[in-house]
């Protein structure tokens, strides 16, 4: 199986910071990576595919960049609806993989 | 626009199996268009993916869990299921189903969760 391991495992931000997550994988995956957010008791939503494409009817705040190993989820400009967890997903091979998650706090 | 629901027990006794239901609506499971696939989350923990079925009725399941799940359609109903047996406490989780466009392996529509405690 790909292992894949997100950093950090939270962080606390304020409104208006730029955020980066990153996700590393255990082997290269080119650029087969998808980001999804997290609300408390609600599902995840897709906000990344294909490493940096935008979901339709994600905000442009939301970038993902990288290939092969290497990923990163940037928010330019935080808002209060973007505090939750983040999920990096790898979509090369079975079985998917996702990361273990980072919590994105209130300072 | 696809949209998935969730049914099942939400108390499982250990050994016994659990048994979930997915119902699409706003798409055909026979369409073709879509995997059907099932996701579980541990309270307070991450995600890990349970396996697939698509329309022709292939399936694929994680290697960790392979030995305990079947996955099937109902497309009398526009369903398709999960079975999973001889529960442990380690099965206790919220259960989502979610589905990915073909072509692709990224969850673009879920439903909204179903948590299956496993207790006597």
């Known amino acids: 199986d790909i292992q894949m391991t997100q950093s950090p495992s939270s962080v606390s931000a304020s409104v208006g910071d730029r955020v980066t997550i990153t996700c590393r994988a255990s082997?290269?995956?080119?650029?087969?990576l998808a980001w999804y957010q997290q609300k408390p008791g609600k599902a995840p939503k897709l906000l990344i595919y294909?490493?940096?494409s935008l979901q339709s009817g994600v905000p442009s705040r939301f970038s993902g960049s990288g290939s092969g190993t290497d990923f990163t989820l940037t928010i330019s400009s935080l808002q209060p609806e973007d505090f939750a967890a983040y999920y990096c997903?790898?979509?090369?091979?079975?079985?998917?993989?996702f990361g273990q998650g980072t919590r994105l706090e209130i300072k | 626009q696809v949209q998935l629901q969730e049914s099942g027990p939400g108390l499982v006794k250990p050994s016994q199996p659990l048994s979930l239901s997915c119902t699409v609506s706003?798409?055909?499971?026979?369409?073709?268009?879509?995997?059907w696939t099932w996701i579980r989350q541990p309270p307070g923990k991450g995600l890990e993916w349970i396996g697939y079925?698509?329309?022709?009725?292939?399936?694929y399941y994680n290697p960790s869990l392979k030995s305990r799940v079947t996955i099937s359609l109902d497309t009398s109903k526009n369903q398709f299921s999960l079975k999973l047996s001889s529960v442990t406490a380690a099965d206790t989780a919220v259960y989502y189903c979610?589905?990915?466009?073909?072509?692709?392996?990224?969850?673009?529509?879920w439903g909204q969760g179903t948590l299956v405690t496993v207790s006597s």
């Open positions: 979610a589905s990915y466009t073909t072509g692709t392996t990224y969850f673009d529509y």
């Open positions: 706003g798409g055909s499971i026979n369409s073709g268009d879509y995997y």
């Open positions: 079925i698509y329309s022709s009725g292939s399936t």
């Open positions: 082997q290269g995956i080119s650029s087969w």
């Open positions: 294909a490493a940096s």
């Open positions: 997903q790898q979509a090369n091979s079975f079985p998917v993989t």
